[in-house]
C-alpha cells in the first residue's frame, strides 16, 4: 500500500479543460484560504483581521442562563416570590473594556467617551470627611 497523499479533484478545472474557457485561465470562485490582502502585505506579515471565535463559552453561558430561567418559572410556580431568589449570574465579554473608576465594562468607543468622564465624577472621589447625618 503506498501512504502518499491523494491530489485534491477539483470538478471545475475538469468541466474547462476541452472548452473555450480554458484560455482565460484559472479564474474560480470557490472559497479561497487565502487572506483578503494584497501580496505585498502578505510578504510583510498582515492577516485578516478576524478574531478567534469562542462559541464554546458562548454558548455554555447560554444554557447557563436557559437553567436558571427554568429554574425561576419552577419556583414561581411552586407559589414563591421573585425575590427570594438570587440574581443570575453575569454574562461576561471578554471584548469590553473595564472602567478603573466604577468597573462597569464597556465596548472600545464607549469605553473611550467614558473614562475621561467618569474619572472627574464626584461618585468616584473618596470621602475626607465624616458620613452625611441621616433624618
Known amino acids: 500500500m503506498v501512504s502518499t497523499k491523494r491530489k485534491v479533484f477539483d470538478a471545475s478545472k475538469q468541466r474547462v479543460v476541452g472548452t473555450d474557457a480554458e484560455k482565460f485561465g484559472k479564474k474560480s470562485k470557490g472559497r479561497s484560504s487565502q487572506s483578503t490582502y494584497s501580496s505585498a502585505a502578505q510578504q510583510k506579515g498582515l492577516t485578516t483581521g478576524v478574531k ?4 464554546r463559552k458562548q454558548h455554555e453561558e447560554f444554557i447557563q442562563s436557559i437553567r436558571a430561567a427554568k429554574q425561576v418559572q419552577l419556583h414561581l410556580a411552586r407559589g414563591g416570590k421573585l425575590s427570594d431568589l438570587p440574581p443570575p449570574p453575569p454574562s461576561e ?3 469590553y473594556i473595564q472602567c478603573p473608576h466604577c468597573s462597569r ?4 468607543q464607549a469605553a473611550e467617551r467614558h473614562i475621561p468622564k467618569c474619572a472627574n465624577m464626584v461618585h468616584n472621589k ?4 465624616p458620613p452625611p447625618k441621616k433624618r
Open 93 to 95: 465579554n471578554p471584548d
Open 105 to 108: 465594562r464597556f465596548n472600545q
Open 52 to 55: 478567534k471565535s469562542n462559541w
Open 126 to 129: 473618596p470621602r475626607n470627611g
